[in-house]
């Protein structure tokens, strides 16, 4: 019952302070909007882009050992979106052409897997700075009501600008760091995200490159010796 209770007065305490930050908690709160889409949208996206690559790695040296390149292909195939099966998938279709011909297939498909995972992360930290200004473009705005309030030659019109203008500036300093804060948050974890998947793929990359330059090696030995 008392949490009930408490539900309604917070939305209104929540409601009054956003009318009483002024203008600037309008756009404060577009920027949080805004935040939020890039923050969920880079979720999704890196969440996709993500794989077990410990296991897949393992599951791919299985084929690449057994002279499956096309099972090993299929695996690549079977993992949706995530960009590590990607940049090996670019590996294994050139296996049969010489190290260096496999390596700028595997450069070229990091190339195009990079941009795709750090698009739109640099936004957010934009957004975090852009939400502190704002604050503080409020936080002005309601100094310069304040100010306002010595010219009032009535002290009870003095005192109800002076407290608006106090209001104003404190709501809308709140509500920018809210945002700012939030927007800096979403930005460390999901570069942090971004960034492991980015280092598993030079990992596993070069991990992959050694593997196939060791398959060549053993086939070449075997036919040597069949000769």
Not at 47 to 65: D, G, H, R, S, W
Not at 98 to 123: H, M
């Amino acid at each position: 019952m008392e949490t009930l209770g408490t539900s309604p007065s917070f939305t209104h305490t929540v409601i009054s302070a956003f009318q009483k930050g002024g203008y600037a908690m309008w756009l404060i709160a577009i920027a949080m909007v805004v935040g939020l889409v890039f923050a969920l949208e880079r979720f999704i996206r890196l969440t996709q882009a993500n794989v077990n690559a410990t296991l897949f790695m393992v599951e791919v040296q299985k084929y690449i050992l057994a002279n499956d390149l096309d099972g090993a292909i299929r695996l690549c195939n079977g993992t949706g979106k995530a960009a590590l099966p990607k940049v090996v998938k670019a590996g294994l279709q050139r296996a049969s052409r010489d190290q260096e011909q496999i390596q700028n297939a595997i450069d070229a498909a990091s190339l195009e897997v990079i941009p795709k995972l750090e698009r739109n992360l640099p936004y957010l930290a934009l957004i975090a700075n852009v939400a502190t200004l704002l604050g503080l473009l409020g936080t002005i705005s309601g100094l310069i009501q304040s100010f306002k309030a010595i010219e009032q030659g009535d002290p009870a019109q003095r005192q109800a600008i002076l407290a608006a203008g106090i209001s104003e500036a404190m709501n809308a300093t709140a509500f920018g760091l809210v945002t700012a804060i939030f927007a800096m948050v979403a930005h460390s974890v999901l570069s942090n995200k971004a960034t492991k998947i980015l280092e598993e793929i030079d990992e596993f990359g070069v991990k992959l490159l050694d593997l196939l330059s060791a398959r060549r090696f053993h086939h070449s030995s075997e036919k040597a010796g069949r000769e």
